[in-house]
């Protein structure tokens, strides 16, 4: 007999949703982490979108322990000195059954860890998965840990051992990674009194402010973010790895150019720095995405690519929710059948694929390429602030241009050829569409 | 004061950066005793691209006068930046610290 029915790696969202579900399901979970809590290791760009909680854990919004509801999400597209920045802003956001908030990430992994382990789980922390363990067919039959007689056996094993994941590689349903489908995220923790916070970003009470920032990353394919906790501000970048070393630039430095800029700096301003950190992100998006299941194991959330980089929507906490969820319920399935082969686990791609993790993912499998490409990067950003600039530019004594002539003129300028422009158009329209 | 001078240009708003140092030494590690990634730094003489130095976001990549590299596991962040970006077959070795070490994040 095996220690337990499942081990699960990992207790991000992924790792305690799948734990959760099969410890409700009345089966023996035992959930790894290697950080001395759970959410030690994770960092993220800063919203999390739980409305998938209400499967799992309905009225989940009394108390998660978020910073702030976001109730304004604004795109900002920037040149050095333009900004454009479309600013929506909902109060229907600040009120049950909400749609994102800011929260930290060691606050929301350890709630949700608590909740796995308030339905059964058994929760190791500081504990360091080391490899896997197989029979004599090559089943995975549990994992080698740190610990001294570290070995632990069960009939299936999750791995929710995030982006790096060295169990889906050890396992062989992930290839040799290239570096091109990861982004690095660095970001500045901020301190400002809340009532500073709350002034800037024109808030009250726990509404939050999220801005996505395009053009701001001197160069280097990616996007900048900033939004509101409850007591400090958060800002960072998010830029693909291979051109980030390729164009030696620091990924501090661009953090500092963000800050510089004329239309972030008066938000940012004497914010006291509390914590720096940083964290790779799987951008690659569907195509990037490794096998999600081989004898007596299943992969989740970032392990899986399962991250959604799509330049209008980021997400990834939901879909390492999603598919912990899914995984979790896949392998309750697959106990009951007695069968934790690969075949007995295909229950879990179909579950993917029926909800929204497959869905969202394959329908912008494209969009991932197009947002870091370099006319979206670099040609873009300034052709849409001079189209802007020139619109609202008064140029008097001469008369007015119209907007035709006007958007002929700066995309010219921009040197973007129409035949691209039809072709990003085309890209977009199929995947955000 | 006049119209000019209040527009604030990239250069006023900018204010010093503080040192790496007093950077990193807002985060909270706990080392262990032993490397959790090593660097071999003779296969790092032939590399001429040298990825690792520019990309690390905790900047632990330091070169030596002799074409080598130096690496200080202690402030890891842990995320496999240096790894992906490395030309190099076998000059990383990288694995995760002893359970329980290695970065803490508390407001991230």
């Not at chain 1, 960072?236 to 630039?249: E, I, N, S, T």
Request: glycine share 10%; net charge negative.
């Amino acid at each position: 007999m095996p220690d337990v029915d499942v081990i699960v790696v990992g207790a991000g969202p992924a790792g305690s949703a799948a734990a959760l579900v099969l410890a409700r399901a009345g089966h023996s979970v035992l959930l790894v982490e290697r950080g001395p809590f759970p959410g030690a290791k994770n960092m993220y760009g800063g919203v999390i979108y739980p409305r998938v909680l209400d499967l799992l854990l309905p009225g989940w919004w009394d108390e998660i322990p978020i910073q702030r509801w976001v109730t304004r999400r604004a795109t900002m597209i920037t040149t050095d000195t333009q900004a454009l920045t479309v600013d929506y802003r909902t109060q229907a956001w600040g009120e049950a059954p909400y749609n994102g908030a800011t929260a930290y990430r060691p606050d929301i992994d350890q709630w949700l860890a608590g909740k796995a382990e308030a339905a059964g789980a058994t929760v190791l922390c500081a504990t360091t998965v080391t490899g896997l363990l197989r029979d004599g067919n090559g089943r995975v039959v549990g994992v080698r840990t740190d610990r001294p007689d570290g070995d632990l056996s069960a009939h299936l094993v999750i791995a929710c051992d995030g982006v790096n994941s060295f169990l889906a590689k050890e396992a062989g349903l992930a290839g040799k990674p290239d570096p091109a489908n990861y982004t690095l995220g660095v970001k500045e923790t901020l301190a400002l009194p809340k009532d500073v916070i709350d002034e800037r970003f024109a808030l009250r009470g726990i509404e939050g402010a999220d801005f996505e920032i395009l053009g701001c990353t001197q160069g280097v394919p990616g996007g900048g973010f900033l939004y509101t906790n409850l007591d400090t501000v958060a800002v960072g970048a998010v830029l693909k790895l291979p051109a980030l070393a390729a164009q030696q630039l620091r990924p501090e430095a661009i953090i500092a150019a963000m800050k510089a800029h004329p239309a972030i700096a008066p938000l940012v301003e004497g914010g006291e720095l509390k914590e720096y950190s940083a964290h790779l992100i799987p951008e690659g998006g569907y195509r990037m995405i490794p096998k999600l299941v081989g004898d007596g194991l299943l992969v989740a959330g970032d392990a899986a690519a399962l991250c959604l980089a799509a330049g209008i929507w980021l997400e990834g906490v939901n879909f390492a929710l999603g598919s912990g969820m899914a995984a979790g319920q896949a392998a309750a399935e697959a106990l009951r059948r007695n069968d934790t082969s690969a075949a007995g686990l295909a229950g879990y791609r179909q579950r993917l694929e029926a909800g929204f993790v497959l869905n969202d993912h394959r329908k912008l499998r494209d969009a991932p390429h197009l947002v870091l490409s370099e006319r979206v990067q670099r040609q873009y950003p300034a052709m849409i602030c001079n189209i802007v600039e020139h619109m609202f530019h008064v140029d008097n004594p001469a008369p007015k241009p119209g907007l035709r002539r006007i958007a002929a003129v700066e995309v010219k300028r921009a040197g973007v050829r129409l035949r691209d422009l039809a072709h990003d158009a085309w890209i977009g329209a199929r995947s955000f569409g | 004061m006049s119209g000019t001078d209040r527009i604030a240009t990239r250069t006023a708003t900018a204010w010093p950066e503080r040192s790496f140092e007093d950077r990193m030494a807002t985060v909270d590690f706990r080392i262990h005793h032993e490397a959790h990634i090593t660097v071999d730094g003779d296969a790092c003489r032939g590399c001429s691209t040298k990825a690792c130095l520019v990309a690390c976001p905790a900047n632990l990549f330091v070169p030596t006068a002799d074409g080598g590299i130096l690496f200080n596991y202690e402030q890891c962040f842990e995320c496999g930046t240096c790894y992906l970006v490395c030309d190099t077959e076998g000059a990383i070795t990288w694995t995760y610290p002893e359970g329980g070490y290695g970065v803490v994040f508390r407001r991230t």
